[in-house]
């Protein structure tokens, strides 16, 4: 008997005139995801296939494990999705570049530690949805590069890139997550 295949297409409208912000919020939070005891889940019909964007519950992190987070200058920071491989195993490949303004000690310390750690994003889009670049099946590939500047009009940068594969563009997640000012609640934005 052969399986049935549903489909899983839903439309997708847009209001001419309704503006969509480029760019992604000031603060991007981080954390190794070794801290992470358990991820919340990509709903998923009975083929496998996810069946929504959005993640569903939050995330569990070990004791006294919270989210850092960057500062970044919007402007020169960006996220991208783009598909990846082969029908019927194609995936996305997520990316994130963060631009921070500073070169000292703190932006060297995080450089070294984000290149050799697999890590998860929280960050927001200008429509203040909260989005992450990272997950429990793929390890995430962050560098760190800084420029010190040239001449006296030159400007200091740490920009971090960071990529994963993912199955869906960087999910949206609507549930809570510590940081070290607190809990954070993504559906209240």
Known sequence: MAKK??????????????????SIMRRVWYISKSDIVSFPDLPRDEQGRPTSA????????????????????PEKSQHQSEAQGEQPSQTQINKLT????GVG???????SWLNNTDS?????DMRKNFRVVGNDRWTTKTTVAQDNGQGPTGTTA??????????????????TFKTED???D???A
Do not use: N
């Open 5 to 22: 295949c549903t489909t899983l297409q839903k439309s997708v409208g847009w209001c001419q005139g309704t503006p969509e912000m480029p």
């Open 98 to 101: 963060l631009v921070h303004p």
């Open 105 to 111: 000690e703190e932006a060297s310390a995080l450089a």
């Open 182 to 184: 607190g809990e954070i």
């Open 54 to 73: 959005v993640l569903q519950g939050s995330f569990v992190l070990a004791a006294d494990a919270v989210f850092k987070y960057i500062d970044i200058l």
């Open 120 to 124: 998860l994003f929280i960050f927001q």
């Open 158 to 175: 740490t920009t971090v890139s960071v990529e994963v594969t993912d199955e869906i563009p960087s999910p949206h997640y609507r549930g």
């Open 186 to 188: 993504c559906s209240a």
